[in-house]
């Protein structure tokens, strides 16, 4: 007879074990090769979100303001305060696209914009076709602005 030798770790445990090593290692790898890859994407691609964020804010207030004349609730004290919010970032037009601020035809067209908010705050529209008449006169001088510039 022979003498068993002494304990031997089974071939199947080891082989586990690696497997759960080589699984462990790629799993680790993979999130630092992601973390590595966003990190170089966030210093790549920084922009100033500045303009962006400011035309899009202008946006949802002219569609707010469609959505006043749609719930027919088309009272000054309804539309407002859309109004100045669009005149406050009016202000900040040249600002937010430092790019265009010397252009005449951009300052042109902010300038008709702040024109067009400043008469609507003097003289607020009453009733829900002088909003649509508004919101149609904000459009259009958005419109003049991108179809130079966008």
């Avoid at 959505?67 to 040249?94: F, G, H, M, Q, Y």
């Amino acid at each position: 007879m022979s003498t068993p030798s002494p304990i031997q770790p089974s071939r199947t445990n080891a082989a586990k074990r690696y497997l759960f090593l080589f699984l462990l290692g790629l799993l680790i790898g993979a999130i630092c090769v992601v973390m590595m890859l966003r990190a170089l994407e966030g210093r790549k691609t920084w922009r100033d979100h500045y303009p962006d964020a400011a035309m899009h804010f202008m946006d949802a207030q002219v569609k707010q303001l469609g959505e006043s004349v749609t719930a027919n609730r088309c009272a000054p004290t309804d539309t407002l305060p859309r109004i100045k919010a669009l005149r406050t970032i009016a202000d900040d037009l040249e600002p937010a696209l430092p790019s265009l601020r010397d252009d005449p035809r951009f300052i042109a067209a902010a300038s008709k914009l702040r024109g067009t908010l400043d008469a609507a705050i003097s003289s607020p529209p009453m009733n829900c076709d002088s909003v649509t008449k508004l919101t149609a006169a904000i459009g259009e001088n958005c419109k003049a602005c991108h179809q130079d510039f966008r």
